[in-house]
């Protein structure tokens, strides 16, 4: 059943503002990740007056990059965390049947090599034990893969290593996307959410935290949120947060960098997800994604500033080389690396255990002032987390109402099931296939559900067909964009997976940006240059020239 979707655009930002500053909420959540996110939507449907502030914009941390799949971590089987891996992998059902258009089932192949991490014997095992805990439906729990058959699939695996595979279901997403839908239903709900608005101190009183002060990146003016708690969901800046609170004597996280490069299917033309052994033991995966495949992840630990999280050359260098020993192809090199993305994981620290061997549990730390953090956990456990922080939270308010997340759609127009979208998106690309390619019309959709039709639609009555440009204006009214890499980035994903179309696209989007909020031309002409460095950067163009100079 649609719901009214409300307005959430900065152009009214200074009004909200004005509210926010005059009341006293029950909480406020500091973070604009995906924790944080559900942390927002589970409070406003427990009744709980909650308000969310980000430092930059929403999922412009870790939330935007991750594997972007949602899965339950069939690697930490070997770890023993059976705990874990039933939870996320049931969660994942949940998160699918909640957001589908958003949440895709996916079928992986993890071919068995010789000396490989899996054998034969202990894949089935895994896998089998995974299905069981994750309550894989029958038809989508694993397929034992003769090397035949493998390599009818998949013609591009070397074969001479190759003994056997299995094909075992995950489910694939675009974490950016969930993370906004997750904030726009906790705003449609009742609650209130701001972007560039990064916390600054704590308001104490009598030696307990009631509230925030903010700056307020637009206008740089001071603002001073209210409120009887306050949750930290900042991620990676989870210490940066508590020392907000008290200068901390030790780190509570070790920081793992987490890389991933983006090839075009022609350079790795693989038709399925695979889940392939790297060269030192670890694994990595290999997803196709629309005209693009992307490959990741490294896992080391970081060395430089949060702020300063890049691909370097020893990380290009790892990817490829996993690549080229995997698969029977032309050796990938730097020049054909089209974009790249670097995430840091916030593990919490354990005394003599590198990245790798770390839990991905989530732990909640309350301070004697009151300050709740989070820290740990992943993408997949978004709800859980949500669900574990609300039931203290409204312990400490005095209230008795339980998490309803589980059974409720995210989307303000939900698909009813898996299904429905299927016939949606193919009823779209007959209807509209003289105007635009079948590839522009599955992204539109997967990215704005069922909305993906008001912007057809707005696209030929006001702007010419120019679909892009329809949904920068979507975006500007109801997902609170203030900068073109806002949209570019995590509203529609070209950075990573279209970095040529954004090439193309950006000026005339930066235009109508500018027009919307009254920039004059210095700021317009900032705006471009960093749109520019971004694209340097994430395309390794520095690297690129670096290597090929020497």
């Not at 992986?108 to 034969?120: A, E």
């Not at 075992?168 to 009742?190: F, M, N």
């Not at 001071?222 to 004597?249: C, H, M, Y």
Request: glycine share 6%; net charge positive; charged share 25%.
């Amino acid at each position: 059943m649609m719901e009214a979707q409300p307005k959430f655009s900065n152009s009214d930002r200074t009004t909200r503002l004005q509210r926010a500053t005059a009341h006293e909420y029950d909480l406020i959540i500091i973070g604009g990740g995906i924790t944080g996110a559900a942390i927002l939507l589970d409070a406003a449907l427990r009744g709980v007056d909650a308000i969310l502030i980000e430092k930059e914009d929403f999922a412009s941390g870790t939330s935007s990059k991750s594997t972007k799949l949602i899965h339950g971590g069939l690697r930490y089987l070997k770890q023993l965390e059976l705990g874990l891996v039933r939870e996320t992998g049931s969660e994942r059902a949940i998160a699918h049947q909640n957001i589908c258009h958003l949440v895709h089932p996916e079928h992986m192949l993890l071919p068995i090599i010789k000396k490989g991490t899996f054998s034969k014997f202990s894949a089935n095992i895994a896998i089998s034990v995974y299905d069981f805990l994750a309550k894989v439906p029958s038809k989508d729990r694993k397929k034992s893969l003769t090397r035949s058959a493998l390599l009818k699939m998949e013609p591009l695996l070397k074969n001479e290593s190759l003994k056997s595979g299995i094909q075992y279901s995950e489910y694939r997403t675009d974490d950016a996307r969930l993370t906004i839908e997750l904030i726009k239903a906790g705003v449609r709900k009742g609650n209130m959410a701001f972007n560039y608005l990064p916390a600054i101190d704590l308001i104490k009183k009598e030696n307990k935290i009631h509230g925030v002060v903010c700056k307020d990146l637009i206008t740089n003016a001071e603002i001073r949120l209210q409120s009887k708690l306050v949750v930290n969901a900042t991620g990676p800046w989870f210490d940066e947060t508590r020392n907000l609170d008290k200068k901390l004597e030790s780190a509570g996280l070790l920081l793992s960098k987490g890389v991933h490069i983006v090839v075009k299917h022609a350079t790795l033309p693989i038709n399925n997800s695979i889940y392939f052994d790297a060269f030192d033991g670890r694994m990595i995966f290999a997803i196709p994604r629309g005209e693009s495949v992307y490959i990741g992840t490294t896992d080391t630990i970081l060395k430089a500033g949060l702020d300063d999280v890049g691909c370097t050359q020893e990380d290009a260098d790892y990817l490829l080389k996993a690549v080229n020993n995997y698969f029977d192809i032309e050796p990938i090199g730097l020049k054909q690396i089209v974009s790249s993305w670097s995430g840091v994981r916030p593990l919490i620290r354990q005394k003599g255990k590198a990245p790798t061997e770390i839990s991905r549990k989530d732990e909640i730390f309350v301070s004697e002032s009151n300050l709740i953090s989070i820290a740990g956990g992943k993408l997949t456990g978004f709800r859980k987390m949500a669900e574990r922080i609300l039931d203290l939270v409204t312990k400490k308010l005095g209230s008795h109402v339980s998490c309803s997340t589980k059974h409720f759609k995210i989307h303000h127009n939900p698909f009813q099931n898996y299904a429905t979208y299927k016939t949606m998106l193919g009823d779209l690309i007959r209807k509209h296939a003289n105007a635009y390619t079948e590839n522009e019309l599955t992204e539109l959709v997967n990215n704005f559900g069922k909305d993906a039709e008001l912007i057809i639609e707005e696209a030929s009555n006001k702007h010419g067909n120019n679909l892009i440009i329809s949904a920068l204006h979507y975006c500007l009214e109801f997902e609170s964009i203030y900068h073109p890499i806002d949209f570019l980035e995590r509203r529609i994903g070209w950075l990573y997976f279209a970095i040529d179309k954004m090439r193309n696209n950006f000026n005339a989007i930066t235009e109508v940006m500018a027009h919307k909020f009254n920039w004059d031309f210095e700021t317009k002409q900032q705006v471009l240059n960093d749109i520019q460095n971004i694209i340097q950067k994430n395309s390794l163009e520095l690297l690129k020239n670096q290597h090929y100079s020497k």
